[in-house]
């Protein structure tokens, strides 16, 4: 039997899902590009006609990935369509997300009539330039952001990544990333939108909870909306 080899980034992206405390009603999937046996995916699939090779490997883990994930939900459905926005387009009573970072993908969903939105991301280069940690964030925002083994802009980067795939569907515009001011507690490692420019965003800032870990540099996020927006199973949110 032929063993495969499993790098760096993809043990600490498994231990990093692993580790996050999400719902019970959620359903996750880790996949490296190494791994065979991913969806067969029609080059005439709208929207990747122009994809590269490379594009085309990482678009078919992605979505192998949330296959995986949608099958855990009880979901068997086959390849997830591009929509106008370029975001996956999932099937009725299911939300989700897509994340890449080096060779790997991680996918999360959970049934619409539980969860209204959800935001994942995973970032594996361990540290963000200074300069775009600077054009990033708003003033004294990195100053609330102190996590050991964490680069602080890089951190910051992947929350603001996760709140975006979480409330595009609310917002239906480009976001800047200072557009969005984040609050963060580093004893529960939570974090949620502290003020935000956009007037959308005004009334449900609160309802957005996220959680983060980190380990060996890399980092994972997650933010999602409660269908009810109940949060009353779930830490307090950072501020609360």
């Known amino acids: 039997m032929l ?9 600490s992206a498994r231990r990093l899902v692993a ?28 929207g990747t006609e122009r994809f590269s090779v490379a594009r085309m490997r990482k678009f078919r883990l ?19 369509p591009i929509g106008s926005d370029r975001a996956p387009v999932w099937p009725g009573g299911v939300v989700g997300s897509i994340t890449h970072s080096a060779d790997i993908s991680v996918a ?9 939105a959800i935001g994942i991301d995973l970032e594996t280069s361990k540290v963000l330039k200074p ?7 708003t003033p004294g925002e990195l100053d609330g952001i102190d996590v050991e083994g964490a680069d602080e802009g890089l951190l910051l980067f992947s929350m603001k990544e996760a709140i975006f795939k979480c ?11 200072t557009d969005v001011s984040v609050s963060v507690d580093t004893d529960r490692m939570t974090f949620g939108i ?6 959308a965003l005004h009334s449900i800032r609160g309802e957005i909870f996220g959680l983060y870990r980190v380990d060996s540099g890399s980092v994972i996020t997650l933010a999602f909306r409660e269908a009810t927006a109940r949060q009353s199973a779930l830490p307090s949110k950072p501020g609360q």
């Open 131 to 137: 300069s775009l940690a600077e054009r990033i964030s």
């Open 194 to 199: 502290r003020s935000s420019t956009l007037p």
């Open 108 to 116: 999360v969903v959970a049934a619409s009539d539980q969860v209204a």
């Open 19 to 46: 580790t996050l405390p999400m719902p019970t009603s959620f359903r996750a999937a880790v996949m490296s590009c190494d791994v065979d046996g991913g969806l067969e995916i029609e080059s005439a699939l709208p």
């Open 167 to 177: 409330v595009s569907r609310f917002v239906e515009r480009f976001v800047d990333f």
């Open 62 to 80: 992605g979505r192998t990935c949330a296959a995986r994930a949608m099958n855990a939900l009880g979901k068997n459905v086959g390849v997830l």
């Open 3 to 11: 063993l495969r080899k499993v790098d760096d980034h993809e043990v």
